[in-house]
């Protein structure tokens, strides 16, 4: 499929509410015609970084910050430094609370996509550093969701051609 760019999704979910949230954006990123594997980052390879030009990373807030399974990935991605660089990067958490960290869990994730000299996509609208839900995602975070898969896509493209 000429002209088309690859996204990956990778995700932490022991409730269910983080995978529902890479389920939508993963509806986004094909509503805008990318090619898009959404995968749990247990069954996700660090390597597999470097196959996409697009990555969005999502995790559950724990302890205002992503989970371990997260944090081992992104910690085991460092053999890599420097060949991620120029790929679109975003990222979405989940947790059970307002003021629970999300904002937090997302800023730690964009913070290595950063250190990776990935460009980050922001949002001026709703997210402004990425998705957020309270527990399970409504009509509002599916929305964000939805557009963050086409955000990602979009900037994927435009860069990419």
């Known amino acids: ?3 088309k760019k690859k996204i990956l999704i990778v995700y932490y979910s022991a409730t269910g509410n983080t ?3 890479a389920r939508l954006i993963e509806a986004g990123v ?3 015609k990318g090619l ?3 995968k749990r980052v247990e069954e996700t390879n660090p390597e597999e970084l470097l196959e996409y030009q697009g990555i969005i990373i999502g995790s559950p807030t724990y302890y205002g910050t992503m989970a371990y399974q997260v944090k081992q990935f992104l910690d085991e991605s460092v053999r890599f430094h420097g060949k991620l660089e120029g ?3 975003a990222a979405f958490s989940s947790s059970a609370n307002i003021g629970g960290g999300n904002e937090t869990t997302v800023t ?3 913070h290595a996509l950063l250190i990776h000299g990935m460009v980050i996509q922001g949002d001026c609208q709703g997210g402004h550093y990425g998705v957020v839900s309270i527990g399970l995602p409504d009509a509002r975070v599916e929305k964000e969701c939805h557009r963050l898969g086409r955000r ?3 900037l994927v493209e435009k860069l990419n051609q």
């Open 1 to 3: 499929m000429e002209g």
């Open 19 to 21: 995978e529902k949230m």
């Open 30 to 32: 094909t509503e805008e």
């Open 36 to 38: 898009v594997t959404c």
């Open 87 to 89: 790929k679109v990067g």
């Open 108 to 110: 730690d994730i964009l």
């Open 152 to 154: 990602v896509a979009y």
